[in-house]
């Protein structure tokens, strides 16, 4: 089937930039987003990006896609401890419009 | 305007007993979706309705099913729980049909014991 597969763990020091890599399989991909998920609550969009585009970027968040290699990634500038947190890759298929997530990367702001 | 709201925000059932959880969706969202979130499975999609018609199915048992209602709320029920439903079950809601965005609630807590 198709897969979202991402690195499990990511620790920072506060201040870097942090960069979370997501790869996908589904050719037919027409979005693709990155959540966030803080601890007991539910999942919180962050951004998305259209298949089409390459680069999107939102205050200090950047989102960079490789459509040839199904590459997507998310570049956060100026990390923050608040910025600790699971950050889910998602991608929504163009066949059938079903989302699929990643399992999620575990960002660790450390001071 | 409100958020997705879901609940009980925990739940604490027995092997053998069924559950019934509840959504809210945002107001004007028609779609509401279903997720099963564990930390050995991850986000796994369980249904999504549009307008009181299910439009998709994940690949779990017959035991869990869900409606939607005319004012847009969803319910999902767990017949006969095992130890391993238990999990937070999320609901996310979108506007159209295309669930271009999803907006997720904070989630029931399910433990089965």
């Known amino acids: 089937g198709e897969d979202v597969e991402q690195s499990l763990f990511l620790s920072v020091r506060e201040g870097d930039s942090s960069v979370i890599n997501c790869t996908y399989t589904d050719s037919s991909s027409t979005y693709l987003y990155w959540y966030k998920q803080e601890p007991g609550a539910g999942l919180q969009l962050l951004t998305y990006?259209?298949?089409?585009?390459d680069m999107k970027q939102d205050q200090r968040l950047t989102v960079l896609l490789n459509k040839k290699d199904k590459h997507l990634s998310l570049r956060i500038a100026d990390t923050q401890t608040g910025d600790s947190a699971i950050y889910f890759c998602?991608?929504?298929?163009?066949?059938?419009?079903?989302?699929?997530f990643g399992a999620g990367t575990r960002l660790t702001v450390k001071p | 305007k409100a958020g997705v709201t879901q609940t009980p925000r925990y739940l604490i059932k027995t092997r053998g007993q069924q559950v019934t959880l509840s959504c809210s969706p945002i107001s004007g969202h028609r779609s509401v979706s279903w997720y099963q979130q564990t930390p050995g499975q991850g986000l796994q999609f369980l249904f999504e309705?549009?307008?009181?018609?299910?439009?998709n199915k994940g690949n779990f048992p017959g035991r869990f099913s869900g409606r939607q209602f005319s004012n847009s709320r969803s319910e999902m029920n767990v017949s006969t729980l095992e130890l391993g439903d238990s999990a937070l079950y999320l609901c996310?809601?979108?506007?159209?049909?295309?669930?271009?965005?999803?907006?997720f609630g904070s989630g029931t807590q399910l433990s089965v014991l």
């Open positions: 998602a991608e929504k298929s163009g066949n059938n419009n079903d989302m699929r």
């Open positions: 309705y549009f307008s009181e018609t299910q439009r």
């Open positions: 990006i259209f298949s089409n585009m």
């Open positions: 996310a809601s979108s506007w159209g049909s295309l669930n271009e965005k999803l907006f």
